[in-house]
């Protein structure tokens, strides 16, 4: 199954995840916080620096990708129209990771932070790897 890991501290991460689950009705894509101790594993796993909460880290059976390209891998398992978004991996990556990188760096300005990781609902704990 793949696996999401997100900022749970940012607050439009949080939006994200909960737009995802709305648009994932088949439960495809299960859930971790990066600063939670799975998610902390899965990056030491992957030589990713366990400190990293820039972007997105998407996790599809043995691969894995950020940024831009997480993003845009996600839309591939939503139902709804969100799922054509996926087209926009012609856009160059550069350019692409430009633009994620702009809003990643401003996040917690734009759309605040929280000093805990989000604690998923009852409705949402099954799609969590472990609670924060």
């Known amino acids: 199954m793949p ?26 894509i299960l859930f971790t916080p990066l600063q939670s101790s799975v998610g902390k594993k899965m990056l030491e796993e992957n030589k990713i620096d366990v400190n990293y909460t820039d ?13 831009s390209t997480a993003a845009l891998r996600i839309y591939a398992y939503l139902d709804g129209w969100e799922r054509h978004l996926q087209l926009l991996s012609a856009v160059p990556r550069p350019l692409r ?6 809003i990643a760096k ?3 300005n734009w759309f605040g932070r929280r000093e805990q990781c989000m604690v998923p609902t009852q409705e949402l704990r099954e799609r969590f790897l472990a609670e924060p």
Do not use: Q
């Open 97 to 102: 990771d430009a633009l994620y990188h702009f």
């Open 55 to 67: 972007s997105l880290v998407f996790f599809e059976e043995e691969r894995f990708s950020v940024s």
């Open 3 to 28: 696996i999401l890991l997100f900022d749970g501290h940012c607050n439009f991460c949080n939006a994200w995840v909960k737009l995802i689950v709305n648009r994932d009705t088949a439960k495809n």
């Open 106 to 108: 401003y996040r917690y």
